[in-house]
Every structure is written in C-alpha cells, then in structure tokens.
C-alpha cells in the first residue's frame, strides 16, 4: 500500500521561499508520475506541478514554483518562490500508477494528508 507523507509547510510573507517534500512508501517513484495541488477554502482542488515523463506547472506557478524528485529517497519536493497570498492553501502530494501527468485530481491514486501553507501580506 502506498502511503505519501508530506512535510515542510507553514506560514511566509509574500516574496518568502518554502520547500515541501513528499516521502513515498510502498511504492518507487521511478515509474510514477508525481504532482502537487492545492486547495484553498471554498475552492475547487487545482493543479500545481507534475513531473513524469514531462513536468508540467500550472500557468500560476510557472517560473515560481519547481517540482523536483530524489528517486534514492523516494521524495519530491516543490520549491516554492517569490510567493503571494494567492498561494496560500493546502498543499496536496499526489501520485499516479503511470508515468503521464494529468491536471486533474480525480484521475491521481494516491494522496497525503495535506500541509497548510499560509502567505501573509
């Protein structure tokens, strides 16, 4: 069974840098595609980064945000910068059976509990 356990979120003023990390168990990353969402109160769970075959950012984040992996410790990490209120949100490690990104969350098999990332003005 696969368990994902995120770490790294909190609270940062706008322009401020964190790093999420995601630890897969139970599973390689070598042959899954891993991304990232986020979910704000009231809003719908959108698409951040993925990273398979291709990496893809959601237009949002682009030149912001990176999505990185360490397949020797079964971790991917998005480096979040130069960050705005906007961003703050659950963020959610997600991870698919196959290598392809898809945008949305209804199609990912696997999720971690969340952590909050809060960006204040």
């Known amino acids: 069974q696969v368990q994902l356990v995120e770490s790294g979120g909190g609270l940062a003023q706008t322009g401020g840098s964190l790093r999420l990390s995601c630890t897969a168990s139970?599973?390689?990353?070598?042959?899954?595609?891993m991304g990232w969402f986020r979910q704000a109160p009231g809003k719908e769970r959108e698409f951040v980064a993925g990273?398979?075959?291709?990496?893809y950012y959601s237009d949002s984040v682009k030149g912001r945000f990176m999505i990185s992996k360490d397949i020797a410790k079964n971790t991917v990490y998005l480096h979040m910068n130069n960050l705005k209120p906007d961003d703050t949100a659950v963020y959610y490690c997600?991870?698919?059976?196959?290598?392809?990104?898809?945008?949305?969350?209804?199609?990912?098999?696997?999720w971690g509990q969340g952590t909050q990332v809060t960006v204040s003005t």
């Open positions: 997600a991870q698919r059976r196959t290598l392809d990104v898809h945008h949305s969350w209804l199609n990912w098999d696997y």
């Open positions: 139970g599973g390689t990353l070598s042959r899954s595609a």
């Open positions: 990273r398979g075959i291709l990496t």
